[in-house]
Each structure stands twice: as C-alpha cells, then as structure tokens.
C-alpha cells in the first residue's frame, strides 16, 4: 500500500483467515515487524482486540 493505510482501512496483504500473506518477508512494513503485542492491546478475544483498535483510531483521530 504504497500511498498509506488509513485508520480501519483493510490492508491489501490481510487474508481471508486474518493471516499476514507477506509474514516473515522482507517487503512486509517496518512498522508491522517491529510491532510487539501486548496483553493490553490483544485482550482476551478478537472484540476486545477490535475495541482498543477502536479507542486508539478515536485518540489518534486528526
Ligand atoms: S502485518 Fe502489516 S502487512 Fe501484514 S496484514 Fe497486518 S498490516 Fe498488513
């Protein structure tokens, strides 16, 4: 996605089983291979997960 991912944008690499295709390859975003989870941010279920997204796309909203 050479001109940026937006905010709840799907990102062209994300597959069907919410699996990264570009996982472990050199062309997969700095940012994405530096990201490391934590408990905060993964909670206990994929809608807790998706509600922090939420809450940091409302704090960081321009
Ligand atoms: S890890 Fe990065 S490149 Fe892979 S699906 Fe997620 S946002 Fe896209």
């Known amino acids: 996605m050479p001109l940026g991912k937006r905010a ?21 975003p700095a940012f994405c291979a530096s990201l490391r989870p934590t408990q905060e941010m993964c909670g206990a279920s994929r809608e807790e ?3 922090f997204l939420a809450r940091l796309e409302t704090a960081t909203k321009p």
Do not use: S
């Not at 709840?8 to 997969?28: H, Y």
């Open 49 to 51: 997960a998706l509600a």
């Open 8 to 28: 709840g944008e799907r990102c062209v690499q994300l597959l069907p089983d919410m699996r990264c295709a570009i996982f472990g390859q050199p062309g997969r």
